[in-house]
């Protein structure tokens, strides 16, 4: 069983950027659809971006489009999430995750998740 672990984040100003990573111990992932969730304090575990195995393929939750971009290195078995032009409301627990299908991913439907990093976005 692969572990994920994401690393990255942190307090950052209102408009700032911050770049998250998730490191899987091996290649299990690689031929995986991956993605990031986040989860605010009262709320659900919500979607937030995925991207394909093959990098061909992304998609966004509206409330990031044109904000935050998603990619990986499979060589490095590392994901990542560059996030710019931070607001507040994005102000969460981050969690990566991965499962076979982009469906499996965004339901949710699946245990591979890693254990979350803190971002706080505040003046």
């Known amino acids: 069983q692969a572990q994920l672990v994401e690393s990255g984040g942190g307090l950052v100003q209102p408009g700032g950027s911050l770049r998250l990573s998730c490191t899987a111990s091996?290649?299990?992932?690689?031929?995986?659809?991956m993605g990031w969730f986040r989860q605010a304090p009262g709320k659900e575990r919500e979607f937030v971006a995925a991207?394909?195995?093959?990098?061909?393929?992304?998609f966004y939750a509206d409330s990031v489009k044109g904000r935050f971009t998603i990619s990986r290195d499979n060589s490095q078995n590392i994901m990542y999430l560059q996030m710019s032009s931070l607001k507040p409301d994005d102000s969460a627990v981050y969690y990566c995750?991965?499962?076979?299908?982009?469906?499996?991913?965004?339901?949710?439907?699946?245990?591979?998740w890693g254990q979350g990093t803190q971002v706080t976005v505040s003046s």
């Open positions: 991207i394909s195995w093959s990098i061909i393929n992304t």
């Open positions: 995750a991965a499962a076979p299908s982009i469906h499996e991913l965004k339901s949710m439907n699946h245990d591979n």
């Open positions: 091996d290649s299990t992932f690689n031929d995986y659809w």
